[in-house]
């Protein structure tokens, strides 16, 4: 609480003891407070209570009023509080002065009372919810410690150069993106990537600012510039995703800027109207104050924004960058998932995902390995990182150009390589089917057994595949990879379709293809490494690139950026989407219903200014407490389809 | 020319549409973004004209919310 929040709570309090005082005071005593002074001016002594109690809580709404009129905003929701309490008063004094009991000076007071107490709630609430929002992004570091002239300075990030050497000890956020240069340590990257498992860093490994150097002292060589880095990168992006307002936004403020002149003329109406019609004026003045109570649109005006904003939040806090607030709305309908294969389905790079005789795995790679154990082909690199250990020395390897290698050490003879090698050297092998490139084993002209090496697919990537099938979405498949390959890998990994043999810029056709005849209510989101496929993904509906940190064309082309090359992000964006697009809706409704059913009751006559007041501060309160729900925990809890998914596969 | 303004003590969020709406209309402004959560404004207008333009959003905003003030 701030220290003009407290000094408001005390205030309210005060001004409430004294407002319960008169009341109950006014409620026991035979006669009531009237009956005190009695007479023809008994009303004086309540009115002379109630008003110092009102000027006590309200002096600082009359003056916004006053001030409000002065400026020409009329409909200034302190101006029609205003309007509505004192106009409260007015008719407790003409009823007062009538000779009758004066009746509603206590409501006058209270309806202020409460709904000071309701701005106050309002206040404390959005300031928690903004608080909370804006800690996830607590990413931003205050100051760097600069190697300079053989001392360490405290400077601001941004005045640090490119080249220059920055220290960081435990405990301090890595202030700007660069390479270690001393030391290795582990960095909690978290607040970045959601990721939870500190990551190990050493001389020469990169590192991003934002994240928190966890044991122990290291010095960074500084290879952009603050406003450059990461840090800021992200920093810039959630701050802006504001700026990126969604259709229910619009629509929200829309329905605000008329909502009130129309509940200010209805409210007129209602009293001249009915009352020119039945005489009963004070019936109807009433009525139509009561309407001015309930005339300010601030619950929506507040908490659907507020609700995008905290789906905002909870996405980044698990590294899930949304740009705006229109792409979570957008990506709450996302229906088509194209993916690009390599990279994003798969990790990208080769790996032996099949031996077979499985029995013989050991020999057949520990030969292969030594065969293959100097060349930097991906393939080769692959089998010798299967085998793990250090392959045998003292072969004479000799290279058959497009076929592989023969490797002889005291006359034993080993070929490695594809079918060709085999025949060329009269060797029967049993040929393996599997998608991927074979590499074949054989020792002294006897087939020993083959090697499948794959792009691997990525662990997760079933799962979220057919976590996304199940929610009824349409699952593409992009790649530049032959029809057999990609079939298998299709049929492996459960998409619903798949295109083959594409090279980079038939993809942009593909996506404008699929665009073109998706139905109109469709979401097509492309999801991509961020690599060479920037156009395809600004040409999506919902671009989301994987693997954010530190790829700035990611950063820039995509409209949702994993930060962790997880495509278990996805589900968790759409959860969030979902839940914040739930309380969009409910806040809309509920609010708008709540507004009008308060606004019918009141002018049939079967509600008063008190239920007034609820309508307006109590549901914008409420409503900013169901936004706040929006900021919950995600990463824990599986929906229950992922869960169906799972047991399914 | 894009820049971002904070703004201290913006604690109405109705006033925040209004404030948007009313920077919106002023000639020049290409386009202006209020966020009552951030408490930020986002000013595109015109590069030869700004500072005046700007000088008269900070007016337009006083006059809907007088306790709100644009940190330049």
Known sequence: MTHDQKKQLIRIIMCLAAFFAVFIADKTLSGGLVGVIGGKYGWLLPFALYLAVYAAIGYDVLWRALRGILHGQMLDENFLMCIATLGAFALAIYTGASGLAPEGFDEGCAVLLFYQVGEFFQDYATGRSRKSISALMDIRPDSANVLRDGKTLSVDPSEVKVGEIVVVNPGEKVPLDGRVTLGSSSLDTRALTGESLPREITVGDSVVSGSVNVNSHIEVCVEKEFHDSTVSKILDLVENAAEQKSKAENFITKFARWYTPVVVGAALLLAVIPGAVTGNWQEWVYRALSFLVVSCPCALVISVPLSFFAGIGAASKLGVLVKGSNYLEKFDKADIFVFDKTGTLTKGNFAVVKVSPESDRERILALAAAAEKDSSHPIARSVVAAFGGTPEEGYVLTNEAGMGVVAVKDGKQVLCGNEKLMRAHGVEFLPETGAGTVVYVAENGKFVGSVLVADEIKEETREVISHLNSLGCKTVMLTGDNEHIASSVAEEIGVSSFKASLLPQNKVEEVERALAEKRKRDVLCFVGDGINDAPVLMRSDVGIAMGGVGSDAAIEASDIVLMRDDLRGIPLAKRIARKTMCVVYENILFSIIVKAAILVLTAIGLANMWLAVFGDVGVAVIAILNAMRVNGKYAEKPSRQALKARTAA | ?72
Not at chain 2, 9 to 21: F, H, I, P, S
Not at chain 2, 46 to 67: G, M, T, W
């Open chain 2, 1 to 72: 020319m894009k820049k971002t303004f904070e703004l201290v003590g913006l604690d109405c969020a109705n006033c925040a549409a209004k404030m948007e709406r009313a920077v919106a209309g002023i000639d020049g402004v290409h386009h202006v973004s209020v966020s009552f959560i951030t408490q930020r404004m986002v000013l595109d207008a015109d590069d030869e004209r700004f500072d005046d333009i700007l000088k008269q959003a900070v007016k337009k905003c006083r006059r809907v919310e007088p306790d709100c003030k644009v940190r330049i």
